[in-house]
């Protein structure tokens, strides 16, 4: 029965591993075109569309790997996001072509505005962070031009905030290329 148990187990790790390396990033990109575009545009940056659904607009696709890692975007695409208008597509979909538009959407890119990023902090970031990036005592923040965080963990820190700290969850603050612009802008002044 052990055996059985770890035969099986092997298996599906394969599948799994050779199941991401044979998608089709090409078909993912007709699926996305033919369902994602009408609300997150055929480049991901949101459609006008998009921008109009309440309450929350649709998220630009292109900023996602700050955000969402690829199994996450997996069960996103298949179930959804409660409370926004991302509805699931696990009825639309097959298994293999949700995997085909995790991986297309994982190829749009964002070339972030560090300029933008600045003005972004120092008008909304500032209060508590130095406009240099060096935290207020009075807040107990961080010195963010010290920060170990790479890129991902400090876009993450923001959306999603520090637990026990005074840094509240900020997703609803920023748009995601906001945020990939800040973030661009916090890894040049890092020391």
Same mark, same amino acid.
């Given at each position: 029965?052990?055996?059985?148990?770890?035969?099986?187990?092997?298996?599906?790790?394969?599948?799994?591993?050779?199941?991401?390396?044979?998608?089709? /990033?090409?078909? *993912?990109?007709?699926? =996305?075109?033919?369902? &994602? #575009?009408? %609300? +997150?545009?055929?480049? !991901?940056?949101?459609?006008?569309?998009?921008?109009?659904?309440?309450?929350?607009?649709?998220?630009?696709?292109?900023?996602?790997?700050?955000?969402?890692?690829?199994?996450?975007?997996?069960?996103?695409?298949?179930?959804?996001?409660?409370?926004?208008?991302?509805?699931?597509?696990?009825?639309?979909?097959?298994?293999?072509?949700?995997?085909?538009?995790?991986?297309?959407?994982?190829?749009?890119?964002?070339?972030?505005? /560090?300029?933008? *990023?600045?003005?972004? =902090?120092?008008?909304? &970031? #500032?209060? %508590? +962070?130095?406009?240099? !990036?060096?935290?207020?005592?009075?807040?107990?923040?961080?010195?963010?031009?010290?920060?170990?965080?790479?890129?991902?963990?400090?876009?993450?820190?923001?959306?999603?905030?520090?637990?026990?700290?005074?840094?509240?969850?900020?997703?609803?603050?920023?748009?995601?290329?906001?945020?990939?612009?800040?973030?661009?802008?916090?890894?040049?002044?890092?020391?």
């Amino acid at each position: 029965m052990r055996k059985y148990f770890f035969f099986v187990l092997a298996f599906l790790l394969v599948t799994g591993a050779y199941g991401t390396a044979f998608s089709d /990033v090409s078909n *993912g990109e007709r699926i =996305f075109r033919k369902y &994602c #575009a009408k %609300c +997150h545009g055929d480049d !991901g940056s949101v459609s006008e569309f998009g921008r109009s659904i309440e309450p929350h607009a649709a998220r630009d696709l292109r900023t996602s790997r700050f955000f969402i890692a690829p199994s996450e975007l997996l069960t996103i695409i298949k179930y959804g996001v409660y409370g926004r208008g991302m509805k699931g597509w696990e009825n639309v979909l097959a298994d293999k072509e949700i995997l085909d538009v995790a991986e297309f959407v994982r190829t749009l890119k964002y070339v972030p505005n /560090v300029e933008a *990023g600045k003005k972004f =902090f120092e008008a909304r &970031c #500032a209060t %508590c +962070h130095d406009s240099k !990036g060096a935290g207020k005592k009075l807040f107990k923040a961080p010195d963010l031009d010290m920060s170990p965080l790479g890129e991902i963990e400090m876009a993450r820190a923001v959306r999603f905030g520090r637990h026990g700290t005074m840094m509240s969850p900020k997703g609803e603050l920023f748009k995601n290329p906001d945020l990939a612009d800040v973030i661009a802008y916090l890894q040049t002044i890092k020391k």
